[in-house]
């Protein structure tokens, strides 16, 4: 089952010949991450939003708790994402996504490096890598392997103060010329999110944009779902 999780996100790319066509490429996908903190209903809601539209990936991100705390959380949201075929993920931590069974880590600049972490995962789980606005930074993790890139912030978001400020020309740029997938991150909605499709973004990575939505998190990803499909069109 984790190999067809993980090529969720790898190897979701086409060759580029000049100009990306819209009609002819893969979808913009959602990847969720949670809020930062986890209510006790957290997994209902987390199964109801999987169950609403396409989501590739769902990123555990605890910060400031106790590795017992993480590992308590991710066992029931991992098996709700196994039910759905739906990669998890969690954040900063290799050792911790080896013990939760994870489909692998999403690590940030400060965190593990890329080569400790594919040391400690091993081949086949995925290892993502923050790039905040630095081409520099995407074309060495691409090139050392990793599963995705993730770019960002886009817009203004509560969830964290961003490293960066990422440009919608640096997705363009990405996605004309590499394959390694992009993900899109920071401040994202549903209201904000064509320009990012437009350009590319093989996946979004939402926080308050589902699990504060008013209608709540399956009537979000339903309209991320509407507005992915306009934007495209």
Same mark, same amino acid.
């Given at each position: 089952?984790?190999?067809?999780?993980?090529?969720?996100?790898?190897?979701?790319?086409?060759?580029?010949?000049?100009?990306?066509?819209?009609?002819?490429?893969?979808?913009?996908?959602?990847?969720?991450?949670?809020?930062?903190?986890?209510?006790?209903?957290?997994?209902?809601?987390?199964?109801?939003?999987?169950?609403?539209?396409?989501?590739?990936?769902?990123?555990?991100?605890?910060?400031?708790?106790?590795?017992?705390?993480?590992?308590?959380?991710?066992?029931?949201? #991992?098996?709700?994402?196994?039910?759905?075929? &739906?990669?998890?993920?969690?954040? =900063?931590?290799? *050792? !911790? +996504? @080896?013990? $939760?069974?994870?489909?692998?880590?999403?690590?940030?600049?400060?965190?593990?490096?890329?080569?400790?972490?594919? #040391?400690?995962?091993?081949?086949?789980?995925? &290892?993502?890598?923050?790039?905040? =606005?630095?081409? *520099? !930074? +995407? @074309?060495? $993790?691409?090139?050392?392997?990793?599963?995705?890139?993730?770019?960002?912030?886009?817009?203004?978001?509560?969830?964290?103060?961003?490293?960066?400020?990422?440009? &919608?020309?640096?997705?363009?740029?990405?996605?004309?010329?590499?394959?390694?997938?992009?993900?899109?991150?920071?401040?994202?909605?549903?209201?904000?999110?064509?320009?990012?499709?437009?350009?590319?973004?093989?996946?979004?990575?939402?926080?308050?944009?589902?699990?504060?939505?008013?209608?709540?998190?399956?009537?979000?990803?339903?309209?991320?779902?509407?507005?992915?499909?306009?934007?495209?069109?």
């Amino acid at each position: 089952m984790r190999q067809s999780r993980v090529t969720v996100l790898d190897g979701t790319r086409r060759t580029r010949h000049g100009m990306r066509q819209m009609a002819d490429s893969p979808p913009t996908r959602l990847y969720l991450i949670t809020p930062p903190k986890l209510a006790p209903a957290f997994a209902a809601d987390l199964e109801a939003a999987l169950g609403a539209g396409d989501v590739a990936c769902v990123q555990l991100r605890l910060k400031g708790v106790s590795d017992q705390t993480v590992l308590a959380a991710a066992g029931p949201l #991992r098996e709700v994402c196994r039910a759905k075929d &739906v990669a998890f993920l969690i954040n =900063d931590r290799p *050792d !911790l +996504a @080896l013990a $939760a069974d994870a489909d692998g880590v999403h690590i940030g600049q400060q965190d593990a490096s890329y080569a400790e972490a594919r #040391r400690t995962l091993g081949a086949d789980r995925i &290892v993502g890598v923050t790039c905040h =606005d630095s081409r *520099d !930074l +995407a @074309l060495t $993790a691409a090139e050392l392997g990793a599963n995705y890139v993730a770019f960002g912030a886009f817009f203004e978001t509560t969830t964290k103060s961003p490293a960066a400020s990422a440009s &919608v020309e640096l997705l363009e740029w990405w996605n004309e010329l590499i394959e390694v997938p992009s993900v899109a991150v920071g401040g994202i909605t549903v209201a904000n999110c064509a320009p990012l499709v437009q350009a590319g973004a093989d996946f979004i990575a939402v926080t308050s944009g589902v699990w504060d939505y008013a209608e709540g998190p399956a009537a979000a990803v339903r309209a991320f779902s509407a507005a992915i499909a306009a934007a495209r069109s």
